[in-house]
């Protein structure tokens, strides 16, 4: 099997010269709602199922999977198709090495580590962070850094809320942040009350550092990323839904998740 999977890892190179062709690759978010602008037939959206949520992300040249519940193990990695057969990116990485990637990224990673996506949303995300790698490695994965652009050829309507928050507002208080994680249960906990928001502009983008807060707007936005899919939801309640808050505390330790200061210091 593994002789198969460097046969087709080498005649799938050779034969695009360097140039891999990649299948699309779908990606569903439960707690969002497609904004419907990905270029999939309207049927599709829900292709995976509706407990799984809607179809709203695109991911380029993946070799990291999806964190998903319910989702299958390859959901989010990138196929390399040749000749009616298909091998999924990340194997054709380890079988092809610095042939592939470049001697620098394998010598240091021994894999590609990051991949791009596009993400489209009826309305707003949650307002969350990504872990730095100090606070991805106690649950043993890797931090993500990220940055948007917002592309005019895919914008051509601003859907619901064309806005991102970004951050906290100067004067906020851990308290403050404390305060609004106490009352998680009891309907919209009053984060956004704390950040602004930014209006967005295609052909413009953004840097979005670890741990920095940030309630993505209704653009259809590129990302580059790292290749990790950690992230942890502070807002409640977005557009009258639920965030469930197990969305809130599933990358970090389990004897850290009630620990309320600590969810306060892992932000920036």
């Known amino acids: 099997m593994k002789d198969n999977a460097a046969g087709l890892a ?33 049927d599709d959206y829900y292709a ?12 380029f040249a993946s070799t990291t999977p999806a ?20 091998l999924t ?18 010598s240091q990673y021994r894999r590609w580590p990051v991949y791009s996506k596009f993400f489209d949303n009826l309305g707003p995300i949650p307002h969350h962070m990504h872990h730095s790698d100090a606070l991805a490695q106690l649950v043993g994965r890797e931090g993500k850094p990220e940055a948007y652009y917002f592309p005019p050829q895919l914008n051509w309507t601003g859907n619901r809320f064309p ?8 004067g906020t208080a851990k308290e403050d942040v404390r305060a609004c994680l106490e009352r998680w249960s009891v309907g919209d906990n ?26 993505p707007g209704s653009l259809v936005t590129y990302e580059p990323q790292w290749g990790s899919d950690v992230f942890a939801m502070y807002q ?18 389990p004897d850290k998740r009630d620990d309320l200061d600590f ?3 892992a932000l920036d």
């Open 263 to 265: 969810l306060v210091e």
């Open 190 to 215: 009053g984060i956004l009350d704390f950040s602004r928001a930014y209006r967005l502009q295609p052909g413009t983008g953004w840097l979005v550092p670890a741990c920095v807060l940030h309630a």
């Open 89 to 106: 990116l990340r194997d054709v990485v380890a079988e092809l090495g610095a042939r592939l990637v470049g001697h620098d990224i394998w």
């Open 10 to 42: 080498r005649a799938a190179f050779e034969a695009g010269e360097g140039l891999l062709r990649l299948a699309p690759c779908w990606v569903p978010r439960s707690f969002l709602m497609p904004g419907r602008r990905l270029k999939l037939h309207p």
């Open 163 to 170: 806005y991102t928050f970004f951050g906290l507002e100067p």
């Open 236 to 253: 409640s309640m977005v557009e009258d839904r639920p965030v469930p808050r197990e969305l809130l505390v599933k990358d970090f330790p």
């Open 48 to 59: 995976l199922g509706a407990h799984r949520g809607g179809i709203d992300e695109r991911w």
């Open 67 to 86: 964190d998903n519940e319910g989702a299958p193990p390859d959901e989010g990695l990138s196929y390399v198709v040749h000749e009616g057969r298909r």
